[in-house]
């Protein structure tokens, strides 16, 4: 139930190593973000930081108006669930979950009456009820020891849901868990963040878990937000080549060709075939006003689609690999001049005939449309249809417009007006932010 | 055929190697278990109190062990004072060195790489050397003497934080998310190290009571020098250690095996009990180096 | 010689990797010269400019400190009291009041007389009555401990004026400061750890602390028997004591160098086999109970580990006992069994009684080494053991390719510390032997038996020569220190602590 | 099962402490008979005193009994608390120069010790009183044994720390036991039995044969330093090597054993050893229903010429500690002087064998009657003094001894004996 503001928050390790970089992020009461990227992203250490487990080295962290830097963990009211349970191998499940009741001395009102702490009686109400929520009032007198993995995650939640608190962290939760199990907790972490209804942030490596909880995503890579946004924005409008990349899978194809306008219209020719863009995708070329030019071409696998031989933008590609994955076939291909691509194709919709063509060896067609092709700067790697920037490239305008404050500050007589300007300069790269945080 | 055959004489190798382990094993277990069976034969012999070629008494009897629990000797004031020392010590040897492995596994601050190498260096340095200058501080402090057993007490505690490898290893490979949870759920250092930690460390603190008991029995020199004559002062190692020299082993051998047997027993006893967790402790400690 | 690629050194046989591993070894040690080199000079000049950062920024404090931090500055504890911090503050004062006291009352007289060592001697009567003048042993002891009071002083006192400034700060910035009930917190919170430090450092800086420092300093006094206080004084002598490890002139026979180098040696003979004869038999012994098919696994190891549990000081007198030449049990048996012809003299020979032992620590270590080295075996991935025999690799094969890589790298830290250990094993050389057989030709009545680190005992306590005894524990802690850092350089598994956690 | 085992100890522990309080052992006891004490000095010393005394374990409890006598005989004079440790005599020197202040104010220490004691200061100066009185009632060799240079620095509290032989009269008759060759012919003869003589590889032992041939070997101490600055040696002699020559002889035999631990009766016939073993000697004896036999060292002949062998005189001092107190220095002495005195020797040796150093319990009936100490009187004729030495000299003579033994040749035995003498030079004290 609060509002998480991190400010410039950096982590600096010792012998200088900067592993999160001016981190900018407003969370608002009541919302699900996940925090998703590759292991070493700093996502965990940025959840360390909230949760008051790392210290924060640089900028500052409010939780529900309040700066927390210098709150011990227990005073910031989060709750908090480990990746690897984190469970007291020496209690019962039923002390184990009244653990951080007991050790709660606050003075409290309940029922119109002062008291400290929780009585007995609270405390067996409070972890018999979250135990029932759960599923696991029959292991209440148990060790951890003698659970399951998925059993000792539900006690791990629920020793995180008997506490009162403002912002419930989950460092991945669901990594120890075997993929059958993982896909049944997040159905019930989705129903339990309606039953808590409070803020959350959760930390992933995996992307399926990211778009499916998240309200919002902040996909970070080396220490920087490569993007923020609903899990829609980041899946059809990747700001970059690492988002484009990193949601979805099997990841998305790419290509280094040049988009070339002619007339009105655009063109790509990836693999030596000369494509057109249509739809969304050209008018949006067209209203930013771009020119022929070098790009890397992304497709999503999912968004190429057999074709008849020789019809309009077919694509001629031999099958290296196919991977039958039940209700669609995984086709690793390479196209003629040697580019291998992924090509994922639901198995409903194909013949016994073409079933029986999609062998090692054989040549198929394949074509996709304009509306799916996304364009990227090859230098930047930035999504050429995106305005907001992101990563390290963010940083260093950022930097770049604080050594030019610095500067004319320095230089001239009256010092505050053209720092001001410069922040107003800085303005284009935040303000997307917070417009995706309103939306 | 060839391959029945080819098995048979596996089965029969086996056999072999099997019987000639055992005949080895059976071997290593005399070995190491005779000199103790000498010892007991010898404490039982009352023909020759001096230091003998048969290992069978001449004439058996329970006199040596009458002799360490009659009046002429001062056997059971040694054995008190050894086991009272040792009952401190291992309590508070075992804190201290909890404290110092806990601390050192699981804060972080400026001084702990330095701290380490430090005692890492000191207990380079032999410790024979120190033993005058320790004599001089529990002089001071009037430990010596007569008031010898709180003094060997303080001093065998005192520097025992530098023994704290073994439980670091122990509590490094305990997860530091323990930790971390307890901290979010409202515990602080100090609840966390009581009411987490401590409970799991059970095996490590058998093994370090166990340890830091069994110390105070071997010491003759120190314990010998601290008591400066003094009976009252006097353990066990130092007392039974006085009647092997020359002048004495003729006239005390045998008592000498008597007083091993009765020290040996109950420390034996507890480790034969315990030996589980000290397997355990000398494993890990060994591997962590 | 051109750099090897990874890929071209692995075409090349054992003898041409291992000559080049060998060259490369000597090309890099100017390297590490270097290194060294730019080490020391980075540190001297963190050292440097740390120690006049420091005095600027005391001065820097006083210059603009207010009154009470100039108060302060005399008065520990000043500033903090007045600035609401009494717990701190009083804790300051307390120790400025006991430092005063201690060095008025007790300290002082001997840091006085530290450059000296005393000058009055103490003088007998005629009447039996002895007038005690300057103990140098107390001018020694004392002065260091108030040199280390005054080191602890002056960090208090450093400690006393940050916080001036800190408290200054935060009055000016309008921010809460610590109160003394958030100082308590903090000790059993965020600074619990200084609290669980606060008795074990404390016992180990005045219980091994001052005294090594102590005795290196006894290293440079001419402390022997003939100054030997209460009696005599004794004082400095500067780096004498170590010339002696030095004098080669005198060929005609034991001086002390000649001594040392043949202790040494033989203390490192030692050391090597008493290490590596009992892994090995260890690792066997291990190896023969946890094989497969051998039943009674446990009462094997119990009654292994049966001489664990038995005080070493029994155990060991006893066994030394057994050994007497000729009425020990031993001599008993081997005379019964060759009619009386046969005795052995096993503690009368220089070569045998450093065989017997060397045989007899086997006795002693191997229950030992057994259970460390289960431990591990039980570790070894069985399907290592599995692949190797479906390659079609014999026992012995196996033992050597796996199992004794496997073990020397887990066990390469433990090795090193058993080594050194080995060459401080007291208990075992002076139970069984005493050192002995004593040789004429030996200095200070060592023999062929001692190690340095018995021979410094029965320098210290039986000619009362404690210079000497010094010098040999600094060298010890040399020969330790060098062995060890040369070889927690060479083994594989240094590992970092933190990849456990 | 630690649990209970905790608790227990828990319910001992009490006891325990207990127990450890209650052994101090306090000494004010009135109303004996007087022994003779008499005092020579005429200090007011009156008073009470602590006095520590460290002594063997077997004299703890006569000590106490002595000094009680003493308060007595002194007529209320002193009130004495004191407290008796047992403490054996190289431990008793060890602890006195750890620490002088703290030890004990009256000792027991053995010889060899007094020079390294004397340095460090542990031992006071007796006065000119005391010395002639001591000399008058003890001899001058009693006396000289507690001299260091020209002063006296203890009280002779026993003369037995010398060695003599012993034998089983039936296997060993009285007569073959005076000369080496007979009693080795008659171990043999008795079926191989034994004589147990620890000469080679014992220094203290060692020096028989070479003091029975007239070689000395004396060393000078520095008075102020305790340092050996020097020595005059004679064992390369050719004395030293009649000497060697007979060590030699004696280890041919197969009878001949180096050994000191006692099998006498046993597999020994005969044993070269000190008063200390005569006890268990005795008990063996009555035991096994066999006469045990005492006599000086036999003679041994070599080249035809007839030597007998020689011995250590070795006495056990009593050292009194320097105090800070006259009046307690001079109490201290007087106790010294009563403990030492006729009395109390006589009754020492009664109760625990220790053969006196005064001349007039020397003429009591049961020492005249006790075979060790009278082989040891008879002994005495061809002892020398223990002087002071290197402890490391003991270890030289060891060393050489046992290269004799094993020489080839007279050559091979000079050589031993030279390379001794080079080696000497380094048992002196540096600088």
Redesign the interface.
């Given at each position: 139930m609060a509002r998480v503001v991190l400010k410039d928050v950096k982590k600096i390790y010792p012998g200088n190593v900067e592993v999160v970089h001016k981190f900018n992020l407003d969370i608002k009461d009541k919302e699900f973000i996940v925090f998703v990227g590759p292991s070493g992203c700093g996502k965990s250490t940025t959840l360390?930081m909230v949760?008051?487990?790392e210290e924060i080295s640089a900028g500052t962290v409010e939780i529900d108006g309040e700066v927390v830097n210098d709150l011990?963990?227990?005073d910031r009211h989060?709750?908090?669930v480990?990746?690897?349970y984190?469970?007291?191998?020496?209690l019962t499940v039923y002390e184990n979950m009244a653990?951080?009741l007991r050790?709660?001395k606050k003075v409290r009102v309940v029922d119109g009456k002062e008291q400290k702490g929780y009585t007995n009686d609270q405390i067996y109400e409070r972890v018999t009820s979250a135990a029932k929520v759960l599923g696991i009032t029959q292991y209440l007198t148990r060790k951890p020891k003698a659970l399951s993995g998925g059993q000792r995650q539900r006690v791990a939640i629920g020793?995180a849901m008997v506490?009162d608190c403002k912002v419930f962290?989950m460092d991945e939760p669901l990594s120890n868990l075997d993929a059958k199990l993982r896909n049944q907790m997040r159905a019930e972490i989705i129903l339990l963040r309606k039953r808590i209804n409070t803020t959350f942030i959760y930390v992933t490596h995996d992307q399926t878990e990211a778009m499916t909880l998240g309200d919002r995503i902040v996909c970070l890579k080396d220490g920087y937000i490569m993007q923020v946004g609903s899990p829609s924005e980041l899946f059809d409008m990747p700001a970059n080549l690492f988002v484009a990349q990193f949601i979805g899978a099997p990841m998305m194809n790419t290509a280094e060709c040049e988009l070339l306008k002619e007339g009105a219209k655009y063109y790509v020719n990836p693999f030596g075939h000369k494509l057109v863009v249509d739809g969304d995708k050209a008018k949006a070329l067209k209203d930013r006003g771009i020119e022929s030019r070098k790009i890397i071409l992304g497709v999503r696998p999912e968004h190429i689609q057999l074709a008849k031989k020789g019809s309009a933008n077919s694509i001629p590609v031999e099958i290296l690999v196919n991977e039958m994955m039940g209700s669609e076939y995984h086709l690793h291909v390479q196209t003629e001049d040697g580019t291998k691509l992924v090509v994922r194709i639901p198995t409903i919709n194909l013949s016994e005939e073409e079933r029986k063509e999609m062998v090692m060896g054989s040549k198929i067609n394949i074509v996709f449309e304009g509306k799916a092709m996304h364009f990227f700067d090859p230098e930047n790697e930035r999504n050429l249809l995106v305005d907001e920037i992101y990563g390290p490239e963010a940083m260093q305008l950022e930097l770049e417009a604080e050594a030019k404050a610095k500067a004319n500050a320095e230089a001239n007589e009256v010092p505050e007006e053209p720092a001001k300007e410069e922040v107003k300069a800085e303005e284009p790269i935040e303000e997307p932010k917070e417009d995706i945080a309103e939306k | 055929m060839a391959a029945e055959k080819h098995s048979m004489s596996m089965s029969k190798k086996k056999t072999i190697v099997n019987t000639v382990s055992y005949i080895v094993l059976g071997l290593i277990s005399v070995i190491w278990i005779l000199p103790f069976v000498f010892l007991l034969l010898k404490s039982f012999d009352i023909g020759n109190t001096g230091v003998t070629k048969n290992f069978i008494p001449s004439a058996w009897g329970f006199d040596n062990y009458a002799y360490l629990f009659s009046s002429d000797c001062n056997f059971l004031q040694w054995y008190f004072n050894t086991f009272i020392i040792a009952l401190f010590v291992c309590v508070i040897q075992t804190v201290m060195q909890f404290m110092m492995a806990y601390t050192l596994s699981r804060f972080r601050f400026k001084l702990r790489k330095p701290l380490m190498n430090i005692m890492l260096v000191l207990g380079m340095f032999p410790g024979f050397l120190t033993m005058i200058v320790l004599y001089q501080i529990l002089k001071t402090i009037g430990l010596t003497g007569d008031n010898a057993v709180p003094g060997l007490i303080l001093v065998y505690v005192a520097s025992s934080g530098m023994g704290y490898y073994v439980i670091k290893g122990f509590l490094d490979t305990l997860?530091k998310?323990?930790d971390?949870?307890?901290?979010?759920?409202?515990?602080?250092r100090m609840?966390i190290f009581i009411k987490?930690i401590i409970?799991?460390c059970k095996p490590i603190l058998i093994y370090t009571v166990l340890t830091s008991f069994m110390g105070p029995w071997g010491d003759f020199v120190f314990a010998y020098t601290v008591s400066l004559g003094s009976q009252a002062g006097m353990n066990v190692a130092a007392g039974l250690n006085s009647w092997l020299s020359p002048a004495n082993i003729g006239s005390h051998f045998t008592h000498f095996c008597a007083g091993g047997v009765i020290v040996a027993i109950p420390v034996m006893i507890l480790f034969l009990f315990l030996q589980k967790y000290y397997v355990e402790g000398v494993t890990g400690g060994a591997v962590k180096g | 010689m051109a750099q090897l690629t990874d890929l071209e050194y692995l075409k090349l046989n054992k003898a041409q990797r291992f000559g080049l591993k060998f060259t490369a070894f000597f090309k890099a040690i100017p390297g590490w010269f270097k290194n060294l080199g730019i080490k020391i000079w980075t540190f001297m000049k963190n050292f440097f400019w740390g120690v006049v950062n420091f005095f600027k920024n005391l001065g820097l404090t006083f210059w603009h400190g207010d009154w009470k931090t100039k108060v302060s500055y005399f008065v520990m504890g000043f500033g903090s009291v007045m600035r609401g911090q009494w717990l701190r503050g009083i804790l300051f004062f307390l120790f400025e009041v006991v430092f005063i006291l201690y060095m008025v009352l007790f300290g002082g007289k001997f840091l006085g007389q530290l450059y000296i060592l005393g000058q009055n001697e103490s003088s007998m009567g005629d009447d039996g009555t002895i007038k005690y003048g300057d103990n140098s042993f107390d001018i020694l002891l004392y002065g260091v401990l108030s040199l280390f009071f005054i080191v602890a002083l002056i960090y208090t006192w450093y400690l006393n004026v940050k916080q001036n400034k800190i408290g200054e700060d935060y009055v000016k910035a309008k921010k809460q400061l610590a109160t003394a009930k958030d100082d308590v917190r903090a000790l059993v919170?965020?600074d619990f750890y200084k609290t669980l430090l606060a008795l074990p450092t404390l016992g180990i800086l005045i219980f091994t602390v001052l005294p090594i420092f102590f005795m290196i300093l006894v290293a440079f006094t001419n402390y022997d028997k003939s100054h030997f206080p209460p009696q005599n004084l004794f004082g400095w002598v500067g780096f004498d004591n170590f010339g002696l490890l030095f004098q080669w002139s005198n060929s005609e026979g034991a001086s002390f160098s000649m001594t040392f180098g043949q202790i040494l040696l033989w203390t490192l003979v030692w050391a090597f086999f008493a290490t590596f004869t009992n892994y090995f038999l260890g690792m066997l012994v291990a190896m023969l109970i946890n094989k497969k098919g051998i039943k009674l696994k446990k009462l094997w190891r119990t009654v292994l580990v049966f001489s664990i549990a038995i005080p070493q000081f029994i155990s060991i007198l006893f066994v030394s006992n057994m050994f007497q030449y000729p009425d020990g049990i031993i001599n008993g048996i081997l005379s019964t069994l060759s009619g009386g012809k046969l005795l052995i003299d096993f503690w009368g020979n220089a070569w045998i009684a450093r065989i017997t032992v060397i045989v007899i620590n086997v006795w002693i270590g191997v229950p030992y080494l057994m259970l460390v080295v289960t431990g591990i075996l039980m570790n070894i991935p069985a399907d290592l053991y599995e692949s190797a025999n479906i390659d079609g690799a014999s026992p012995w094969q196996q033992y050597s390719k796996i199992t004794l890589p496997y073990m020397l790298f887990i066990t390469g830290p433990y090795l090193l510390t058993s080594f050194t250990g080995n060459m401080n094993n007291f208990n075992v050389i002076y139970l069984l032997t005493g050192g002995g057989p004593k040789v004429q030709e030996y200095y200070g009545n060592a023999g062929k038996t001692d190690l340095l680190i018995t021979w410094l005992f029965s320098l210290a306590v039986n000619d009362t020569n404690y210079k000497l005894a010094a010098v040999i524990g600094i060298m010890v802690f040399i020969v330790v220190a060098v062995l060890s850092l040369v070889i927690y350089n060479i083994i594989p598994s240094t590992r970092n602590e933190e990849e456990f956690q | 099962m630690m649990k209970k085992f905790i608790r227990k100890s828990m319910i001992l522990l009490p006891a325990l402490l207990l127990s450890a309080c209650n052994f101090k052992f306090v000494y004010n006891i009135e109303g004996l008979p007087a022994g003779g004490l008499d005092f020579d000095d005429d200090i007011e010393d009156s008073g009470t005193y602590d006095i520590k005394v460290w002594v063997d374990d077997k004299i703890v409890d006569l000590t106490k009994s002595q000094i009680g006598q003493f308060v007595t005989a002194s007529g209320g004079k002193y009130t004495i608390n004191a407290t008796v440790e047992p403490v054996d005599e190289p431990g008793a020197a060890s602890k006195m120069l750890l620490d002088v202040q703290d030890g004990a104010d009256l000792f027991v220490f053995a010889q060899d010790q007094l020079s390294r004691l004397k340095v460090a200061g542990s031992l006071a100066k007796l006065s000119n009183t005391y010395v002639d009185a001591l000399t008058e009632e003890m001899g001058i060799e009693a006396v000289n044994a507690a001299k260091v240079n020209q002063d006296v620095y203890a009280f002779p509290i026993t003369s037995d720390n010398g060695y003599f032989l012993y034998y089983r009269k039936d296997w060993v008759s009285d007569d073959a036991a005076k000369n080496m060759t007979t009693l080795l012919a008659a171990c043999a003869a008795a079926g191989g039995k034994t004589l147990n003589f620890e000469a080679p590889s014992n220094g203290f032992y060692a020096a028989s044969y070479f003091m029975a041939t007239g070689c000395t070997s004396e060393w000078t101490l520095d008075d102020a330093s305790g340092k050996f600055t020097g020595y005059k040696d004679t064992y390369n002699s050719p004395e030293g090597l009649i000497a060697g020559k007979a060590l030699r002889e004696l280890n041919t035999s197969t009878v001949a054993k180096n050994s000191q631990a006692s099998k006498l009766g046993d597999t020994a016939a005969a044993v070269v050893s000190g008063i200390w073993e005569y006890e268990v000697a005795q008990n063996r004896a009555e035991k096994n229903g066999w006469e045990l036999g005492c006599a000086a060292l036999p003679s041994f002949s070599v080249d035809g010429k007839e030597y007998h062998l020689s011995s250590f005189d070795g006495y056990k001092l009593l050292g009194v500690k320097p105090q800070v107190d006259a009046k307690k220095a001079s109490v201290c002495r007087k106790l010294a002087r009563f403990l030492t005195g006729e009395d109390c020797q006589t009754e020492r040796f009664g109760e625990a064998s220790w053969g006196p150093t005064n001349i007039a319990s020397n003429q009591s009936e049961k020492v005249l009657a006790h075979k060790g100490l009278q082989a040891l009187h008879e002994q005495h004729k061809y002892a020398k003094p223990q002087g002071q030495c290197p402890g490391a000299w003991f270890t030289a003579l060891a060393t050489t001894a046992t290269a004799i033994v094993k020489a080839g040749s007279d050559g091979e035995v000079q050589a031993a004996l030279d390379t001794y003498k080079a080696g000497l030079n380094d048992l002196l004290d540096a600088d």
């Open positions: 360390r949760a008051g487990l011990q963990p227990k989060i709750s908090m480990f990746q690897n984190a469970l007291y191998p020496h653990f951080p050790l709660d020793r506490k962290l | 997860p998310s323990l971390e949870a307890a901290l979010v759920d409202g515990a602080n609840q987490v409970p799991l | 919170d965020k | -």
